[in-house]
């Protein structure tokens, strides 16, 4: 039912967006809205201070006339994705509202307290060092006794340091077993980062006057994500109500993909002004 209701509300904004007529005259500080000129100027500032980001011109029978042929719209390639929304469960501990405004709520920074979280778990936890193959266990504590400990032989440091800098010390290797190996071998898929990759792609909406996002993704082998991996990669409060899948306006072969809904980007725009 709510896929039907997106479908039915983009066809009519399709509609009103040939209708509309292009804004020519700037309005960026009154509404926060932006001219096709606007929108091309403020891509190149991109382009020239973000060197991955490209213009792009995609079908040319889909070019728009109110901006140049060479750059209909903004890309950038091979942003990676590590995680997907699951792993990254929201929190109200970790939340801090970072510019509070009257009646709007301001601006909240989801994991703002996120880097002490993850640091005081690793001092509690104690920390995992390899040495020589072993593995032993290290735990991080306010040791006060610093002063009854031996000082250590400097002498003895810097023939250890010479020896060690010297090209014509012989030093020794322990090859791995052949079982560590293939142990190791067995073991490579389970250590390896999955890692999703999109491609960004920004146009320039003529009904709401604003830059509107596009995402494509991408899995570990380069292969197009279907509809429902995408949707793992969206929050659940926004996905399929503020960001939808719909047909990309200058690429009409690769079928739909993630959009955020710019309704709301005007009023965004206008408080960064």
Same mark, same amino acid.
């Given at each position: 039912?709510?896929?039907?209701?997106?479908?039915?509300?983009?066809?009519?904004?399709?509609?009103?967006?040939?209708?509309?007529?292009?804004?020519?005259?700037?309005?960026?500080?009154?509404?926060?809205?932006?001219?096709?000129?606007?929108?091309?100027?403020?891509?190149?500032?991109?382009?020239?201070?973000?060197?991955?980001?490209?213009?792009?011109?995609?079908?040319?029978?889909?070019?728009?006339?109110?901006?140049?042929?060479?750059?209909?719209?903004?890309?950038?390639?091979?942003?990676?994705?590590?995680?997907?929304?699951?792993?990254?469960?929201?929190?109200?501990? &970790?939340?801090?509202?970072?510019?509070? !405004? #009257?009646?709007?709520?301001?601006? @909240? $920074?989801?994991? %703002?307290?996120?880097? +002490?979280?993850?640091?005081?778990?690793?001092?509690?936890?104690?920390?995992?060092?390899?040495?020589?193959?072993?593995?032993?266990?290290?735990?991080?504590?306010?040791?006060?006794?610093?002063?009854?400990?031996?000082?250590?032989?400097?002498?003895?440091?810097?023939?250890?340091?010479?020896?060690?800098?010297?090209?014509?010390?012989?030093?020794?290797?322990?090859?791995?077993?052949?079982?560590?190996?293939?142990?190791?071998?067995?073991?490579?898929?389970?250590?390896?980062?999955?890692?999703?990759?999109?491609?960004?792609?920004?146009?320039?909406?003529?009904?709401?006057?604003?830059?509107? &996002?596009?995402?494509?993704?991408?899995? !570990? #082998?380069?292969?197009?994500?279907? @509809? $429902?991996?995408? %949707?793992?990669?969206? +929050?659940?409060?926004?996905?399929?109500?503020?960001?939808?899948?719909?047909?990309?306006?200058?690429?009409?072969?690769?079928?739909?993909?993630?959009?955020?809904?710019?309704?709301?980007?005007?009023?965004?725009?206008?408080?960064?002004?």
């Amino acid at each position: 039912m709510e896929n039907m209701f997106n479908s039915m509300k983009s066809t009519l904004i399709n509609i009103a967006r040939d209708v509309t007529p292009i804004l020519s005259e700037t309005k960026f500080r009154e509404k926060g809205v932006l001219t096709p000129a606007e929108f091309v100027a403020a891509g190149d500032f991109l382009v020239h201070h973000c060197p991955t980001w490209k213009w792009g011109t995609g079908d040319e029978s889909k070019a728009k006339s109110h901006l140049p042929k060479d750059k209909q719209f903004l890309i950038t390639r091979n942003v990676p994705c590590y995680k997907r929304c699951k792993q990254m469960e929201h929190k109200d501990n &970790l939340e801090k509202v970072v510019d509070e !405004e #009257n009646g709007d709520g301001g601006w @909240v $920074d989801t994991h %703002y307290y996120a880097d +002490s979280t993850i640091t005081e778990s690793s001092k509690s936890a104690g920390q995992i060092e390899s040495i020589g193959g072993k593995q032993t266990q290290t735990t991080v504590e306010d040791n006060n006794d610093d002063d009854d400990e031996e000082p250590e032989d400097m002498e003895a440091f810097e023939r250890q340091e010479i020896a060690s800098n010297d090209p014509l010390a012989v030093t020794t290797t322990t090859r791995p077993s052949a079982s560590a190996i293939t142990t190791d071998d067995n073991n490579a898929g389970q250590n390896t980062l999955q890692t999703r990759t999109y491609d960004l792609n920004i146009t320039y909406d003529t009904y709401y006057q604003t830059p509107r &996002l596009w995402l494509t993704g991408y899995d !570990e #082998n380069h292969k197009p994500l279907t @509809v $429902d991996q995408m %949707y793992e990669d969206i +929050s659940q409060d926004h996905a399929k109500k503020t960001v939808t899948m719909e047909q990309h306006p200058n690429l009409p072969g690769t079928g739909p993909m993630p959009s955020i809904h710019p309704c709301r980007h005007a009023d965004v725009m206008k408080k960064i002004n």
